[in-house]
Protein backbone atom coordinates (compact mmCIF):
# COMPACT_ATOMS: atom_id res chain seq x y z
CA UNK A 1 0.00 0.00 0.00
CA UNK A 2 1.28 3.40 -1.08
CA UNK A 3 -0.79 6.44 0.07
CA UNK A 4 -0.28 10.24 -1.66
CA UNK A 5 -0.12 12.44 0.49
CA UNK A 6 -0.51 15.57 -1.12
CA UNK A 7 1.13 18.63 -0.55
CA UNK A 8 -1.47 20.69 -0.58
CA UNK A 9 -3.17 18.83 2.11
CA UNK A 10 -0.27 19.02 4.82
CA UNK A 11 -1.17 21.50 7.94
CA UNK A 12 0.01 24.62 7.29
CA UNK A 13 1.03 27.72 9.55
CA UNK A 14 2.82 31.04 8.09
CA UNK A 15 5.05 33.15 11.30
CA UNK A 16 6.38 35.39 8.26
CA UNK A 17 9.84 34.20 9.38
CA UNK A 18 9.14 30.93 9.32
CA UNK A 19 6.44 28.99 6.84
CA UNK A 20 6.11 25.51 7.53
CA UNK A 21 4.06 22.74 6.69
CA UNK A 22 3.33 19.64 8.46
CA UNK A 23 2.93 15.91 7.39
CA UNK A 24 1.61 14.79 10.83
CA UNK A 25 0.00 16.54 13.62
CA UNK A 26 2.33 19.46 15.11
CA UNK A 27 1.85 22.51 17.29
CA UNK A 28 -1.51 24.05 16.42
CA UNK A 29 -2.36 21.28 13.46
CA UNK A 30 -3.84 18.36 14.71
CA UNK A 31 -5.32 15.60 12.77
CA UNK A 32 -6.14 12.59 14.52
CA UNK A 33 -5.61 10.33 11.20
CA UNK A 34 -1.83 11.90 11.05
CA UNK A 35 -0.68 11.32 14.43
CA UNK A 36 2.72 9.90 13.00
CA UNK A 37 3.67 6.40 10.81
CA UNK A 38 4.91 3.89 13.26
CA UNK A 39 7.89 5.89 15.34
CA UNK A 40 7.97 8.17 12.71
CA UNK A 41 6.47 11.47 14.58
CA UNK A 42 6.97 14.51 12.42
CA UNK A 43 7.90 15.62 9.54
CA UNK A 44 7.94 19.16 9.22
CA UNK A 45 8.87 20.80 5.59
CA UNK A 46 9.80 24.66 6.19
CA UNK A 47 11.22 27.42 4.81
CA UNK A 48 13.07 29.96 7.23
CA UNK A 49 13.57 33.55 6.04
CA UNK A 50 17.06 35.04 6.29
CA UNK A 51 18.78 36.07 9.58
CA UNK A 52 16.05 34.27 11.75
CA UNK A 53 15.63 31.43 13.33
CA UNK A 54 13.74 29.35 16.30
CA UNK A 55 15.07 30.28 19.57
CA UNK A 56 16.23 29.03 22.68
CA UNK A 57 13.71 25.33 23.35
CA UNK A 58 13.68 22.56 25.00
CA UNK A 59 13.53 19.21 23.78
CA UNK A 60 13.52 15.04 25.60
CA UNK A 61 13.46 11.95 24.51
CA UNK A 62 13.87 12.02 20.66
CA UNK A 63 15.86 11.75 17.94
CA UNK A 64 15.59 14.71 15.86
CA UNK A 65 17.03 14.76 12.14
CA UNK A 66 17.11 18.08 9.82
CA UNK A 67 18.13 17.78 6.48
CA UNK A 68 18.94 21.03 4.96
CA UNK A 69 17.49 21.40 1.77
CA UNK A 70 18.83 24.70 0.41
CA UNK A 71 20.63 27.60 2.94
CA UNK A 72 22.59 26.20 5.88
CA UNK A 73 21.20 26.37 9.20
CA UNK A 74 22.91 26.89 12.27
CA UNK A 75 22.68 25.15 15.80
CA UNK A 76 23.99 26.05 19.47
CA UNK A 77 22.81 24.07 22.29
CA UNK A 78 23.48 24.43 25.92
CA UNK A 79 26.14 21.18 25.65
CA UNK A 80 28.30 23.96 24.16
CA UNK A 81 27.79 22.21 20.60
CA UNK A 82 27.67 24.63 17.83
CA UNK A 83 27.72 24.21 13.69
CA UNK A 84 26.34 25.16 10.45
CA UNK A 85 24.89 22.66 8.62
CA UNK A 86 24.56 23.51 4.72
CA UNK A 87 22.73 22.27 1.60
CA UNK A 88 22.40 18.62 1.33
CA UNK A 89 24.04 17.92 4.69
CA UNK A 90 22.59 16.43 7.90
CA UNK A 91 22.43 17.04 11.36
CA UNK A 92 21.09 14.52 14.18
CA UNK A 93 19.82 15.67 18.17
CA UNK A 94 19.36 13.03 20.39
CA UNK A 95 17.25 14.92 22.99
CA UNK A 96 17.98 12.28 25.60
CA UNK A 97 17.11 13.54 29.44
CA UNK A 98 16.96 17.08 27.88
CA UNK A 99 18.52 19.53 25.83
CA UNK A 100 18.36 23.00 25.05
CA UNK A 101 18.88 24.78 21.29
CA UNK A 102 18.84 27.10 19.04
CA UNK A 103 18.58 27.08 15.71
CA UNK A 104 18.64 30.15 12.76
CA UNK A 105 19.25 30.67 9.21
CA UNK A 106 21.92 33.27 9.40
CA UNK A 107 22.61 33.52 5.71
CA UNK A 108 21.52 36.36 3.47
CA UNK A 109 19.14 33.84 1.79
CA UNK A 110 16.28 31.64 2.66
CA UNK A 111 16.92 28.46 4.33
CA UNK A 112 15.03 25.08 3.15
CA UNK A 113 14.97 22.20 5.78
CA UNK A 114 12.98 18.78 6.75
CA UNK A 115 12.96 18.41 10.11
CA UNK A 116 12.47 14.64 10.93
CA UNK A 117 11.47 13.64 14.77
CA UNK A 118 11.19 9.22 15.51
CA UNK A 119 10.60 8.44 18.67
CA UNK A 120 13.56 6.66 20.67
CA UNK A 121 13.76 3.27 21.70
CA UNK A 122 14.49 4.01 25.10
CA UNK A 123 13.81 7.35 27.06
CA UNK A 124 16.76 9.01 28.80
CA UNK A 125 20.58 8.67 27.80
CA UNK A 126 22.88 11.72 27.65
CA UNK A 127 21.62 13.89 25.12
CA UNK A 128 23.98 14.41 21.91
CA UNK A 129 24.29 16.42 18.78
CA UNK A 130 26.30 15.48 15.21
CA UNK A 131 26.30 17.22 11.95
CA UNK A 132 27.47 15.75 8.51
CA UNK A 133 28.47 16.28 4.75
CA UNK A 134 26.98 13.92 2.54
CA UNK A 135 27.59 14.82 -1.14
CA UNK A 136 24.88 14.56 -3.29
CA UNK A 137 27.30 12.77 -6.10
CA UNK A 138 27.49 10.02 -3.27
CA UNK A 139 23.98 9.10 -3.42
CA UNK A 140 23.18 9.36 -6.97
CA UNK A 141 21.40 6.62 -8.46
CA UNK A 142 20.78 4.66 -4.66
CA UNK A 143 19.60 5.37 -1.45
CA UNK A 144 22.15 5.66 0.88
CA UNK A 145 21.33 6.04 4.77
CA UNK A 146 21.94 9.08 6.39
CA UNK A 147 21.21 8.77 10.31
CA UNK A 148 20.78 4.52 11.27
CA UNK A 149 19.80 3.17 14.08
CA UNK A 150 21.00 -0.25 12.77
CA UNK A 151 24.43 -1.93 13.17
CA UNK A 152 26.24 -1.74 9.86
CA UNK A 153 25.59 1.69 8.32
CA UNK A 154 28.50 2.90 9.83
CA UNK A 155 28.63 6.15 7.29
CA UNK A 156 25.42 7.26 8.87
CA UNK A 157 25.07 9.58 12.06
CA UNK A 158 23.81 7.23 14.69
CA UNK A 159 20.24 7.47 16.40
CA UNK A 160 18.73 5.59 19.02
CA UNK A 161 15.71 4.12 17.33
CA UNK A 162 15.41 0.89 14.89
CA UNK A 163 15.20 3.12 12.00
CA UNK A 164 16.70 4.64 8.85
CA UNK A 165 16.53 8.06 7.16
CA UNK A 166 17.74 7.71 3.93
CA UNK A 167 18.72 9.93 1.01
CA UNK A 168 18.47 9.38 -2.82
CA UNK A 169 18.98 11.70 -5.77
CA UNK A 170 17.64 10.33 -9.48
CA UNK A 171 18.28 11.90 -12.95
CA UNK A 172 15.33 11.54 -14.91
CA UNK A 173 14.40 7.98 -16.03
CA UNK A 174 16.25 6.63 -13.18
CA UNK A 175 15.14 4.24 -10.98
CA UNK A 176 16.29 3.25 -7.44
CA UNK A 177 14.79 0.26 -4.97
CA UNK A 178 14.84 -0.09 -1.20
CA UNK A 179 13.63 -3.49 0.46
CA UNK A 180 11.89 -3.46 3.57
CA UNK A 181 12.25 -6.18 6.31
CA UNK A 182 8.94 -7.54 7.78
CA UNK A 183 6.49 -5.78 8.87
CA UNK A 184 8.40 -2.36 8.56
CA UNK A 185 6.83 1.11 7.39
CA UNK A 186 7.87 4.04 5.27
CA UNK A 187 7.83 7.24 4.46
CA UNK A 188 9.00 9.46 1.48
CA UNK A 189 9.18 12.97 0.27
CA UNK A 190 10.75 14.12 -2.96
CA UNK A 191 12.84 17.38 -1.73
CA UNK A 192 12.43 17.92 -5.35
CA UNK A 193 11.14 16.45 -8.72
CA UNK A 194 8.14 14.26 -9.12
CA UNK A 195 8.57 10.02 -8.93
CA UNK A 196 6.73 7.09 -9.53
CA UNK A 197 6.61 4.72 -5.81
CA UNK A 198 5.71 1.19 -7.82
CA UNK A 199 3.02 2.71 -9.79
CA UNK A 200 1.87 5.42 -7.72
CA UNK A 201 2.65 9.38 -8.75
CA UNK A 202 4.27 11.43 -6.12
CA UNK A 203 4.83 15.02 -7.19
CA UNK A 204 7.78 17.08 -4.93
CA UNK A 205 6.96 18.01 -1.18
CA UNK A 206 4.15 14.80 -1.53
CA UNK A 207 3.94 12.69 0.95
CA UNK A 208 4.10 8.63 0.47
CA UNK A 209 3.19 6.54 3.11
CA UNK A 210 4.12 3.10 2.57
CA UNK A 211 3.09 -0.32 4.55
CA UNK A 212 2.88 -3.65 3.23
CA UNK A 213 5.43 -3.19 0.60
CA UNK A 214 8.58 -5.92 0.20
CA UNK A 215 10.65 -3.60 -2.05
CA UNK A 216 9.74 -0.08 -3.51
CA UNK A 217 11.06 0.78 -7.22
CA UNK A 218 11.45 4.54 -7.27
CA UNK A 219 11.38 6.01 -10.86
CA UNK A 220 12.44 9.65 -11.32
CA UNK A 221 9.79 11.52 -13.93
CA UNK A 222 11.77 14.55 -13.06
CA UNK A 223 15.41 14.89 -11.76
CA UNK A 224 14.65 14.41 -8.20
CA UNK A 225 15.90 14.58 -4.77
CA UNK A 226 14.80 12.31 -2.39
CA UNK A 227 14.63 11.25 1.48
CA UNK A 228 12.88 7.85 2.83
CA UNK A 229 12.31 6.96 6.45
CA UNK A 230 12.38 3.07 7.15
CA UNK A 231 10.52 2.48 10.63
CA UNK A 232 9.13 0.28 12.86
CA UNK A 233 5.54 0.13 13.49
Not at 104 to 131: K, V
Amino acid sequence: MIERRPFDTLGAANHGWLDAHHHFSFASYHEPARMGWGALRVWNDDLIAPRTGFPPHPHSDMEIITYVREGAISHKDNLGNAGRTGAGDVQVMSAGTGIQHAEYNMEDEQTRIFQIWIIPDARGGAPAWGTKPFPKDARSGDFIALASGFDGDDDALPIRAAARVLGATLKAGDTAEYAFADGRLGYLVPASGAVEINGTRIEARDGAAIRDETVIRVTALEDAELVLVDTAP
